[in-house]
């Protein structure tokens, strides 16, 4: 029996194998829905059907079983061995006690959830298994990768929300590299919104003690999309104007940036005391601006103050974003464009307004609307052709240094 579809690498093939009916239903209710999800159910228990499982093509499989069954155990245990280390396994079980959690963690089980199992819990424990043994291995130094306006509503949040997936769908089919975006705009905020997710982040509740927040607050505050994305957001609040604690700001960005491999910051357009740790911890720093004489203007002019502030720090580039040659009377052209930025120009991403509202209005990804859009190439283009090679500043100092050193400064 085949359970896995060879799919394209950004979707989630979650194949569960359960015998029990209720359970099935809301598994289908849960992933059903999502148009990132291709899911799978056999239905069986795990003892009778697991050995002819094809688990070829699965991102996560998710095997409901009765661990205080000898013959359910031990059908597990030859499935971990005939897959290895992928992909990944979730057990679900009715019983649990201190041996099954010994028996799940020898046999290299990824997670394991106790029934009743609430649906969202289900998911992150997809999200995060899908995401590869780099999620919870050593602290890693994170490539990141930075997005900020150079005029208001120029197409950072997209920009930065694509770019995050195509970082993530960066490793081929088989293995995800763990990739967090970071919506900095804190007051307001729009990446919760275009991924339809609901944003975590309580920096209220961290503030008093920013050295409570370790990974596992950490982890309590992510939105998980279903391709696997991870995603920290604040629930809007337009009415606050006020700023915080940048001990708070900084313990975040550290956290974030020893536990995944990609991080994609959306800047706000405010300049806070933070926001100069930001840009000296990227690695790639892009200026998102739009086809006119005054966009062109302000881009210009954040490219030189960011240079004349990060001194050998990160190069900003600028991306005209929403490009259309020839659109304008003023008859702005890509040359006048290049002309102006000079070396700092690095893509035009050109416009498609229906494309891009589809995709916010249905919280997906720019290619599940249109797989190949001109759009992604080009972005793809941009940030996945050229490695992002860390600046000197980005690799000799942590994080979390840099940004006390630019704080104090
Ligand atoms: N390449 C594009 N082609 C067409 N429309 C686009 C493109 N990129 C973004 N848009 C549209 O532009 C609008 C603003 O986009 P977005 O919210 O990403 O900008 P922003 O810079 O984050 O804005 P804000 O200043 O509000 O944070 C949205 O309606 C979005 O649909
Ligand atoms: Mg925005």
Known sequence: MRLGRTSSSNRTCVA???ADAAFEESIRATFGASSAIDLT???????EQVDSL??????VVVLDLDAGRADEMAALARLMTRIGQWPPVIAVTQSFDETVARTLLQMRIADFLVKPVAPIDLVRACARVAQGSSNVAEPTDAQIFTFLPAVGGAGVSTLAVQTAMLLLNSGGPR????TCLVDLDFQHGAVADYLDLEPRLNL???EPRPDRLDRQLLEVMLSYHASGLAVIAAPNRPAEMRSFDPDVVTRLLDLVSTNFQYVVFDMPRTWFSWTDSVLLGSNKLYIVSETTVPG?????????????????????????NRFQQGLFSSGLRLSDVQQTLGDA????????YALVREAIDRG???????????????????VLDKPAKAAPEATSLPLIKKLKHAIAG
Request: no cysteine; net charge positive.
């Open 16 to 18: 569960v194998l359960t």
């Open 41 to 47: 159910i056999v239905s069986g228990s795990v003892a």
């Open 54 to 59: 094809d688990v070829a093509g699965a991102t």
């Open 175 to 178: 293995e995800k590299p763990s």
């Open 204 to 206: 209220v509740e961290i």
């Open 296 to 320: 062109l203007r302000h881009a210009k002019q954040l490219v030189t103050a960011i240079k004349e502030r990060l001194g050998d720090g990160p190069q900003p580039q600028v991306i005209i």
């Open 345 to 352: 120009f690095a893509s035009a991403i050109p416009n498609d």
């Open 364 to 382: 997906v990804p720019l290619d599940e609307v249109k797989a190949g859009n001109k759009i992604t190439a080009q972005l793809k283009r941009l």
